[in-house]
């Protein structure tokens, strides 16, 4: 019951429309429906954006800025009704759905309103040869952006890049995941509201067919968050396309337990970076590689503080562990813990389906890990943390390095400089010392991963900038003669003089050369 399912139903006599129905996960109640756009409506809706983005690309930044500001201010005013569609939709905790989702969204969004005129300042690169010419780079408005993201954070995801496209000069098209449709309906509605002009966001619902309307019909960037297999369709029709993308995929983030961890907190990072979201997260901790001298003791405090936890109806704000989105996920996470069981793997918390209506599963902690074992290779995005005890920081490295994912990782030790070292060793996009997951709610980093877990950044200055077309502006310091001596005609006379030249600047101790590195 947790699913969005697509569903016929007819208006105006003849004329049939596919619609989606949204689910509570928590209870199975029905939330509304919404109309799925056929790919004629996708290119009606990119055409809107793009003739909207031709006003709005031009505007100075700073008068961008201000404007969007008054975006920013509509969500926090109506902050409890994003809240609250957020959580019924996905299931997550109220308490997720604001500290998770909203603050991080109206973060970002504000940050970029409030640094961008410095981020996408012209920038002249200082030329080694050529001196007497002018080079400068210019980030302009790419045009219109499509965003295609998933179910698990519904609202800050798409909404991060939103706010980088509307930000640099450009329009954007999101099509939601089909299972979380609400929630960016409800996004559309708060900006619509704001007098913005509303062909600038788009929003375009459906199943993976609107998804493929969405990156033939002439946008000029895609960002795609979401599986790895799916990514490896977005980017091949991306590539048809000639249409840049962004894709940040799959994660399988391992958490390195050092013999002098302080374990009291690293079992509290576990605990919380695990089962946050119910485990629905891509920088999750999905396996503890634990050193053989504290892991029976870090186990024992996890299983103590996970049969703790309050897991119910997200709509009580004393809840900390919410309901699985849709039913697959559950089918996903019982068949990784009875492959885990079946070869030696221990139970040592949860477990099971929670009696009862909703789709619910316990919070989870299996002891006895290891990598025959799809849970320690294989992503399973809900609420299980998997233990496998080690006998050395090398023998963690090398387990958490054994993955074709590479998104998140954190590593524990009471010794800051060793947990750098270690660091630095491990593959992965982004690598936490003594903390979890806050390096996605540090919206000036750069976020993404390396392997099979996608290829380019969101989030920080970087990506601001790689959310803008880059033109290079070449121009000339001193007054330009008729003719370059470099152009035609050719001769023997000219090509005798450049092969001196040539000798002269770059064979070793050449008097150009000299005098330009004592300038």
Same mark, same amino acid.
């Given at each position: 019951?947790?699913? *969005?399912?697509?569903?016929?139903?007819?208006?105006?006599?003849?004329?049939?429309?596919?619609?989606?129905?949204?689910?509570?996960?928590?209870?199975?109640?029905?939330?509304?429906?919404?109309?799925?756009?056929?790919?004629?409506?996708?290119?009606?809706?990119?055409?809107?954006?793009?003739?909207a983005?031709?006003?709005?690309?031009?505007l100075?930044i700073?008068?961008?800025?201000?404007?969007?500001?008054?975006?920013?201010?509509? @969500?926090?005013?109506?902050? %409890? +009704?994003?809240?609250?569609?957020?959580?019924?939709?996905s299931? &997550?905790?109220?308490?997720?759905?604001?500290?998770h989702? *909203?603050?991080?969204?109206?973060?970002?969004?504000?940050?970029?309103?409030?640094?961008a005129?410095?981020?996408?300042?012209?920038?002249?690169?200082?030329l080694?040869?050529?001196?007497?010419?002018?080079?400068?780079?210019?980030y302009?408005?790419?045009?219109?952006?499509?965003?295609?993201?998933?179910? /698990?954070?519904?609202?800050?995801?798409?909404?991060? +890049?939103v706010?980088?496209?509307?930000?640099?000069g450009?329009a954007?098209?999101?099509?939601?995941? %089909?299972?979380?449709?609400?929630?960016?309906?409800?996004?559309?509605?708060?900006?619509?509201?704001?007098?913005?002009?509303?062909?600038?966001?788009?929003?375009?619902?459906?199943?993976?067919?609107?998804?493929?309307? =969405?990156?033939?019909?002439?946008?000029? &960037?895609?960002?795609? !968050?979401?599986?790895?297999?799916?990514?490896?369709?977005?980017?091949a029709?991306?590539? #048809?396309? =000639?249409?840049?993308?962004?894709?940040?995929?799959?994660?399988?983030?391992?958490?390195?337990?050092?013999?002098?961890?302080?374990?009291?907190? !690293?079992?509290?990072?576990?605990?919380?970076?695990?089962?946050? /979201? #119910?485990?629905? #997260?891509?920088?999750?901790? +999905?396996? $503890?590689?634990?050193?053989?001298?504290?892991?029976?003791? @870090?186990?024992?405090? *996890?299983?103590?503080?996970?049969?703790?936890?309050?897991?119910g109806?997200?709509?009580?704000?004393?809840?900390?562990?919410?309901?699985? #989105?849709?039913?697959?996920?559950?089918?996903?996470?019982?068949?990784?813990? %009875?492959?885990?069981v079946?070869?030696?793997?221990?139970?040592v918390a949860?477990?099971k389906?929670?009696?009862?209506?909703?789709?619910?599963?316990?919070?989870?902690?299996?002891?006895?890990? /290891?990598?025959?074992?799809?849970?320690?290779? +294989?992503?399973?995005?809900?609420?299980?943390?998997?233990?496998? &005890?080690?006998?050395s920081?090398?023998?963690?490295?090398?387990?958490? /390095?054994?993955?074709?994912?590479?998104?998140?990782?954190?590593?524990?030790?009471?010794?800051?400089?060793?947990?750098?070292?270690?660091a630095?060793?491990?593959?992965?996009?982004?690598?936490?010392?003594?903390?979890?997951?806050?390096?996605?709610?540090?919206?000036?980093?750069?976020?993404?991963?390396?392997?099979?877990?996608?290829?380019?950044? $969101?989030?920080?200055d970087?990506?601001?900038?790689?959310?803008?077309? !880059?033109?290079?502006?070449y121009?000339?310091?001193?007054?330009?003669?008729?003719?370059?001596p !470099?152009?035609?005609?050719?001769?023997?006379?000219?090509?005798?003089?450049?092969l001196?030249?040539?000798?002269a600047?770059?064979?070793?101790?050449?008097?150009v050369?000299?005098?330009?590195e004592?300038?």
């Amino acid at each position: 019951m947790g699913a *969005v399912q697509p569903v016929d139903t007819s208006t105006n006599g003849s004329h049939s429309h596919r619609m989606l129905k949204s689910w509570e996960p928590a209870t199975g109640s029905s939330l509304g429906e919404v109309p799925v756009a056929s790919r004629e409506d996708v290119l009606k809706t990119i055409a809107r954006a793009r003739k909207a983005q031709a006003v709005w690309g031009v505007l100075p930044i700073e008068e961008r800025c201000t404007r969007l500001l008054r975006f920013r201010d509509a @969500l926090v005013d109506r902050a %409890e +009704e994003l809240v609250d569609v957020v959580s019924r939709e996905s299931g &997550k905790p109220r308490a997720e759905a604001l500290v998770h989702e *909203v603050s991080i969204a109206v973060d970002l969004l504000t940050y970029y309103c409030k640094n961008a005129a410095r981020i996408l300042t012209p920038r002249e690169i200082p030329l080694h040869l050529m001196k007497h010419k002018k080079s400068v780079v210019h980030y302009v408005p790419r045009g219109v952006v499509g965003v295609i993201s998933p179910w /698990n954070f519904p609202l800050l995801i798409p909404m991060a +890049e939103v706010s980088a496209a509307l930000v640099t000069g450009s329009a954007v098209v999101v099509k939601p995941s %089909e299972v979380t449709p609400l929630v960016m309906q409800k996004a559309k509605e708060i900006f619509d509201a704001t007098g913005l002009p509303e062909d600038l966001f788009g929003v375009v619902q459906g199943h993976g067919e609107v998804g493929q309307a =969405l990156i033939e019909g002439g946008i000029q &960037k895609l960002v795609f !968050t979401g599986g790895v297999e799916t990514g490896r369709k977005v980017a091949a029709a991306c590539g #048809a396309n =000639l249409v840049p993308c962004v894709t940040e995929l799959g994660g399988k983030a391992p958490l390195i337990a050092c013999a002098d961890c302080d374990v009291e907190r !690293t079992a509290h990072a576990i605990v919380f970076g695990g089962f946050v /979201n #119910a485990g629905q #997260a891509c920088i999750a901790v +999905e396996r $503890v590689y634990a050193h053989e001298a504290v892991h029976d003791k @870090l186990l024992g405090r *996890v299983r103590e503080l996970t049969e703790k936890l309050r897991q119910g109806d997200p709509s009580e704000d004393t809840v900390d562990v919410g309901a699985i #989105a849709f039913s697959k996920q559950i089918d996903i996470v019982e068949k990784h813990i %009875e492959d885990a069981v079946a070869k030696g793997a221990e139970i040592v918390a949860g477990g099971k389906r929670r009696a009862g209506p909703g789709l619910f599963f316990e919070p989870t902690v299996l002891a006895g890990c /290891n990598h025959t074992m799809t849970v320690m290779k +294989e992503e399973f995005f809900g609420p299980i943390v998997p233990f496998q &005890k080690v006998a050395s920081d090398d023998e963690a490295v090398r387990l958490a /390095n054994d993955s074709h994912l590479g998104l998140n990782a954190y590593v524990f030790t009471k010794d800051r400089e060793k947990g750098k070292r270690l660091a630095h060793r491990v593959e992965a996009g982004n690598v936490l010392v003594n903390d979890v997951l806050l390096n996605y709610v540090t919206v000036e980093t750069p976020f993404g991963g390396i392997k099979q877990s996608g290829f380019g950044r $969101v989030h920080g200055d970087d990506a601001l900038r790689d959310m803008s077309e !880059t033109r290079h502006v070449y121009t000339g310091r001193l007054p330009e003669p008729s003719s370059d001596p !470099t152009w035609y005609p050719y001769s023997s006379k000219s090509y005798r003089w450049k092969l001196r030249l040539f000798r002269a600047m770059f064979r070793r101790g050449g008097v150009v050369r000299r005098l330009r590195e004592l300038l």
